[in-house]
């Protein structure tokens, strides 16, 4: 254990000795240690997490814990990729692993960083202007894309989705959609495409684009509601859809999308008169969170809760049930580990410096916390 520590101590130093860079030092990564025993027979290795940074700042980070070492490796691609000037960019904004490839979607850089899974190795870049999130199928990934620049303009163009060959990480397509288009998800051949208009701002875009994945073109447009940003599908083939509303006198709310008995099209079919910024499933419940601002007091109103995806009910107002809520400042993240049901829960805190990754038990009480990067924000699990 002894000559683990040292090993630990002096590796980061020998990173920077041996760096590349001449014009910048390297941030050696920083470690803790998380009192985490996984089961032998667990299939999830480790997670990462990408933290935002300031936009403007260059500060996108990757952290990545690993459950078999109990490390939490803060900083994780710079140290990684010394020889990589900038690192990873400005603004990381959505992250997922398909095969051997982690996807680190990095906006205001305008690209889509591709790593090595297992080693967190660059591996190359995908060049998509203002880029937003990322989704996989059938061997390709799609990138949501506001193509115009980063500004609040009402003459901003439409978005697009990017399809982008996994082997060789060449554009092979690209289709319009909506105004500033968010989330996506594909659901029996079709992509569904949560548009937001928010460069148009207050002419918000209210559609969910429908694509049709086969040849790849735009086949209809859902009216849902205003300023829409995150669209998950549940276990039944649902869609779950979140409107940010216009930040005054037109709330948050989450709405459902699902087919009509013996169509093939997608209809609103219930508005949950909640709001919610962001949603993570677990079985039949959809945990969820929001961080609802409002320009008349400017303030943050935040809640948590639980919804029964199959009743459409809130069944709890929190599933954080130990009052430990209390701790989190900005909740800016939420996933669930796929096999234990724990809850991951981020917190942005100032939105400038360090934030904190929560870990709650499935019946919500906190069993861990760790310093992470600036603004942590998206969370993807790697197999084992």
Not at 10 to 30: G, I, N, Q, Y
Not at 226 to 234: G, V, W, Y
Not at 346 to 364: E, I, M, Q, R
Request: proline share 5%; charged share 20%; hydrophobic share 35%.
């Amino acid at each position: 254990m002894q000559q683990f520590y040292i090993f630990i101590f002096f590796c980061p130093l020998l990173w920077v000795a041996t760096s590349c860079r001449d014009d910048e030092l390297v941030v050696p990564t920083e470690y803790d240690i998380i009192p985490e025993v996984p089961s032998a027979e667990s299939k999830v290795r480790g997670f990462y997490l990408v933290n935002e940074g300031n936009m403007g700042s260059n500060k996108c980070t990757l952290d990545y814990f690993d459950y078999f070492t109990g490390l939490y490796a803060r900083n994780f691609y710079a140290e990684r990729n010394p020889s990589v000037v900038k690192e990873l960019g400005d603004v990381g904004n959505d992250i997922g692993i398909y095969g051997s490839k982690l996807y680190v979607v990095v906006n205001c850089s305008h690209k889509v960083e591709v790593l090595d899974a297992r080693t967190g190795v660059r591996i190359g870049q995908i060049d998509i202007p203002n880029c937003r999130y990322v989704r996989f199928h059938r061997g390709s990934a799609y990138v949501s894309s506001y193509v115009g620049p980063v500004l609040i303009d009402p003459d901003a163009p439409k978005g697009a989705v990017y399809r982008v060959d996994t082997l060789s990480l060449a554009v092979t397509g690209k289709v319009s959609v909506g105004y500033q288009p968010e989330e996506m998800e594909i659901v029996d051949d079709y992509m569904y495409v949560a548009n937001s208009g928010g460069y148009r701002a207050p002419d918000y875009d209210n559609t969910v684009s429908v694509v049709q994945m086969v040849d790849f073109k735009q086949v209809q447009q859902i009216a849902v509601g205003i300023n829409l940003h995150r669209l998950k599908k549940d276990r039944y083939g649902k869609l779950w859809v979140t409107s940010r509303g216009d930040y005054q006198s037109r709330p948050s709310r989450l709405y459902v999308l699902e087919k009509k008995p013996g169509y093939n099209e997608m209809r609103v079919a219930d508005t949950i008169p909640v709001a919610c910024s962001n949603m993570a499933f677990r079985g039949d419940s959809l945990l969820y969170y929001a961080t609802e601002w409002n320009n008349y007091t400017a303030q943050n109103t935040i809640s948590y809760g639980v919804i029964d995806v199959r009743t459409r009910e809130v069944i709890s107002t929190n599933f954080i049930t130990d009052g430990t809520e209390k701790e989190i400042t900005i909740p800016y993240g939420i996933a669930v580990h796929p096999e234990t049901g724990d809850i991951f829960v981020t917190d942005a805190k100032n939105y400038v410096s360090s934030g904190t990754l929560y870990c709650f038990s499935p019946d919500g009480r906190k069993k861990w916390s760790v310093r992470t990067g600036d603004i942590p924000a998206h969370i993807t699990f790697l197999p084992r």
